[in-house]
């Protein structure tokens, strides 16, 4: 597992961002909440190499945590980390998190002209946090014009308890522009 260290932080967190760290928080269930501040390169180096939905430690003055990163804030301009709140897990207690849907193959509405619109773009779940996933793959080989699929087609394995509605439409196929050629020409006999 991967290791972060951080350090008390008392300084505030503008002070803590000119001296070349991050401004962090890391609370959960029997660790009360403390300011603490990470390096910005090592964080940086850890995130792309974890994501947001793994766990690693945080070694915070040698105590170690499992971490999740439970929100990242980023300058709006320059995408720089401005906070991390770190939250503490239990390995074997399950955690809520969103987990990305991520659309594979290609659509018969896509190679007829048309488009395909994904509207929902994560689900949230319930699991170990030795199971999260980096996303939920979901096919759309089969997904012709005017269908759509919903959160129930993602087919989750029964480790994972779905908290987002089974419903919520995922993505929906949708033809070309003008109608197709079929459509055009029925239009232009009725004329």
């Known amino acids: 597992m991967h290791t972060l260290e951080a350090k008390i932080r008392t300084a505030t967190a503008r002070d803590t961002r000119e001296s070349g760290m991050i401004p962090a928080v890391v609370y959960g269930k029997d660790v009360p909440s403390t300011n603490v ?3 910005n390169s090592e964080f940086i180096k850890l995130y792309r190499e974890v994501g947001q939905n793994h766990v690693f430690t945080l070694s915070v003055e040698g105590k170690s945590h499992s971490v999740l990163v439970q929100e990242l804030q980023k300058h709006p301009v ?4 401005l906070h991390i709140d770190f939250l503490t897990v239990d390995m074997k207690a399950p955690v809520q998190i969103k987990v990305p849907v991520k659309l594979i193959g290609t659509s018969p509405a896509i190679l007829a002209g048309g488009k395909v619109n994904q509207s929902l773009k994560e689900v949230e779940v319930k699991c170990l946090p030795a199971d999260i996933v980096d996303a939920f793959e979901l096919n759309i080989d ?3 014009t005017g269908k759509s699929l919903s959160v129930t087609d993602l087919n989750l394995d029964k480790k994972f308890s779905l908290v987002t509605p089974a419903k919520l439409t995922i993505v ?4 070309p522009r003008g109608g197709s050629k079929e459509e055009e020409a029925e239009q232009g006999k009725k004329k």
């Open 78 to 81: 320059l995408g720089k980390p």
């Open 37 to 39: 501040m990470v390096g």
């Open 142 to 144: 089969g997904l012709v």
């Open 172 to 175: 929906v196929a949708s033809g």
